[in-house]
């Protein structure tokens, strides 16, 4: 390996996403799930969908593997989660998690940041910051990335306040939306 200081020039990705996910299986069922969702991935790694630069795969866990993806630019990224295969995936898990919960954090290099977590305890982003219900407008992780943070959420950061805007509590069917 070398040890020389090394950087990278990201001028030619103006538009690059990161994303990280992970799956945590909580049951015996979710470990047969686990290994369905290890075939899909290594699909995705043997035929790269348009616009994935990179995908690396990760352990947060010992029942909790993940990856990071570079992808060139939202609208790519956008194109394979509505793409017929990932789209029947996630409806699918929305209405049946198989022992497991998953969760993803996505960060744009222009600027912004979004996440959701869906059967999972509180970790990445939702550690410390409010929770905000993914309805409504902050349902599709487009107007996740691109939204302001609100007075609700700068309330519930405040000491001894509610870390849920009250207006805003989790709902199910929310997931239905897809990340």
Known sequence: M???RRSVDLSAYPDLVVVYLGYRASSLRGLRSLLRIGRGLREVKRWPPDG????????????????????RDL???EAFTRAPQHAAWWRDFGRDPGGGGVWHETYRL?????AIYLGVPRIGLSAFAPERAPVGPFLSA??????????????????????????RAAQPAAV???P
């Not at 795969?57 to 593997?65: E, M, V």
């Not at 222009?110 to 979004?114: L, T, V």
């Open 2 to 4: 070398n040890s020389s």
């Open 52 to 71: 994935l630069l990179a995908h690396e795969d990760l352990w947060f866990g010992l029942l909790h593997p993940g990856f990071r993806q570079y992808w």
């Open 75 to 77: 609208e790519s990224l």
């Open 110 to 114: 222009r600027g912004g940041m979004e």
């Open 142 to 167: 487009r107007q996740r990335v691109g939204a302001a943070p609100d007075q609700c959420s700068s309330a519930a950061a405040g000491a001894g306040s509610s870390r849920i805007c009250p207006a």
């Open 176 to 178: 239905a939306g897809g």
